[in-house]
């Protein structure tokens, strides 16, 4: 594989129904990774849909605050996975409730969603392509559900940090912000040739200094076309321990962003 990710997170809570599709419940038992708020989480849901895109069936999840009923005309942070975990994973990492704690501290509210990539760093492989799916295929499903798609940001860790990034880069203005953590990007890749496109499109950058990546994604933060809005650079590795302590900051630097005009 081209890019692959060293993710070490916690337990993960999945039941499916007799119909293939599930979802989570407010109060089931999980085991929740560090460092994960202790309020619960709104409503979460994680179907199976077919993606044309990927010529297969995809998890489709989405998070909505807690006290925001269903979500109906809040904007959307779309969720590019790393390349262990899936939307099956997200309510076990505490996704749900990171997005209710956020907005208890006063972010303005938002909802998360995300489908499989599986681990084509969120590029076409042959006639599977990722990258359409949720340039096309998402904001579909979103809008279906009530959301508002004119008001997107993009997050993602390590191989969906590099994805989230690419997307901006492919479709300018499709996203207004992307929040992406230890992105695994390469000097001379993708993302370096095309980093002028995201001229316009505000960046929240992060990684751990113990990172492998880090060189990397300094390297990137020096080439952007303008220095990031939001991110540091601070202790820890390429994992959830680390990622889950800048989950706050970069959800406050997404809600900011999609409440804006």
């Known amino acids: 594989m081209r890019r692959r990710t060293m993710l070490a997170a916690g337990a993960v809570v999945a039941s499916a129904s007799a119909a293939g599709a599930w979802a989570y419940q407010s109060g089931q038992a999980a085991v929740m990774p560090l460092g994960v708020p202790s309020v619960p989480p ?7 849909r077919y993606s044309k895109a990927r010529g ?43 997005l209710t704690d956020a907005v208890n501290r006063g972010a303005a509210p938002f909802v998360l969603a995300g ?47 590099y994805g989230s990034l690419l997307l901006a880069e492919a479709f300018p203005r499709f996203v207004r912000a992307v929040a992406a ?26 990684c751990g200094r113990a990172d492998p990546l880090i060189s990397n994604v300094r390297a ?16 820890g590795k390429h994992n959830f321990a ?10 406050a630097f997404v809600a900011a962003q999609l409440s804006v005009g």
Request: with cysteine.
């Open 42 to 48: 709104g409503p979460e849901r994680c179907e199976l």
């Open 56 to 98: 297969s069936t995809v998890d489709f999840y989405t998070a909505v605050p807690a006290g925001h009923g269903d979500g109906a005309g809040l904007p959307v942070c779309l969720v590019l996975h790393g390349g262990s975990k899936r939307p099956a994973d997200f309510a076990g990492l505490g996704l749900g409730r990171f």
């Open 115 to 161: 489908a499989t990539g599986d681990r084509l760093a969120w590029q076409p492989g042959g006639r599977d392509d990722p990258q359409r799916m949720v340039h096309e295929e998402l904001p579909v499903w979103c809008a279906a559900r009530g959301f508002d798609t004119s008001r997107l940001a993009a997050w993602g860790w390590s191989m969906g940090g």
């Open 181 to 206: 953590f230890s992105p695994a990007v390469v000097p001379g890749d993708e993302v370096f040739r095309d980093v002028e496109q995201l001229t316009g499109t505000s960046i929240g950058l992060w």
């Open 220 to 235: 990137l933060r020096r080439a952007l076309p303008a220095a990031p809005d939001a991110g540091t650079f601070g202790p």
């Open 242 to 251: 680390y990622w889950s302590t800048v989950i706050p900051a970069a959800f």
